[in-house]
DNA sequence: ATCAAGATTACCT
DNA sequence: GGTAATCTTGATA
């Protein structure tokens, strides 16, 4: 038996109350998991690119202007799902993150896979094999991601303190190995340094 | 009731 | 590197 999947826990309710930034960098290892009831299947993928966002200070959150249907979730405690529907055609998963009311969440935007890829490729490209390229395209990107997982508005606050949906614990990446950029796809607080990533890893939406 | 914008992607040159 | 597609949401009247 693989000596990793022992140690492996699911990551609790102290892991996503912690602070924005550094729960974002804590992230980035991490196995997300999600067991697709619908789907009838377990599909997991390790977590190598993720961007912050803060409504208090980020005029590119969300939450910026205050509480509205769609972003409620985002102003629970840490550890809820928050999906969105964007351009017509895509979802973008974020886990919430911090106590009550901060309105702050990361967005999920790239992952490796690890189990269900035949899954994976079904949802996004109709067919369960992959070529090494297809398998680099699966799931490096918001919408790609939640194609391949088949998370969508039914997925909407979610928590994962569950059992259908969380992270499981992995070793820290060591912080020589994170690269932090500016955020991808946004036209307000552009300058804000809150885009993490493993680097060198195949899987990053973007350079 | 109407309208513009959008935390993207796929496809084109 | 550029851009069309596509429709929900939130703001404004």
């Not at 979730?73 to 529907?85: A, K, N, S, T």
Request: glycine share 8%.
């Amino acid at each position: 038996m693989n000596p990793m999947s022992l140690k492996r826990q699911k990551l609790s309710i102290d892991f996503y109350t912690g602070e924005l930034l550094i729960v974002a960098q804590q992230l980035l290892g991490k196995m997300f998991v999600f067991n697709n009831k619908n789907l009838g299947r377990k599909l997991s993928a390790k977590i190598v690119e993720v961007e912050a966002y803060n409504g208090n200070i980020d005029e590119a959150a969300h939450t910026f202007n205050g509480k509205t249907e769609r972003n409620k979730i985002m102003f629970e405690r840490g550890g809820y799902l928050y999906v969105y529907f964007t351009y017509g055609k895509h979802f973008c998963a974020n886990i919430v993150t911090g106590k009550e009311e901060e309105g702050t969440a990361i967005l999920l935007r790239g992952m490796e896979a690890i189990d269900g890829i035949e899954s994976f490729s079904q949802n996004r490209f109709g067919k369960t094999s992959v070529d090494n390229k297809e398998k680099k395209n699966l799931l490096n990107g918001p919408g790609k991601i939640c194609q391949a997982f088949g998370i969508s508005k039914e997925q909407y606050g979610m928590d994962l303190l569950s059992d259908e949906i969380y992270l499981l614990d992995a070793p820290r990446i060591p912080k020589n190995k994170i690269v932090q950029t500016t955020r991808i796809g946004i036209k307000k607080s552009e300058e804000l340094p809150w885009r993490f990533y493993i680097e060198d890893n195949s899987n990053v939406s973007r350079k």
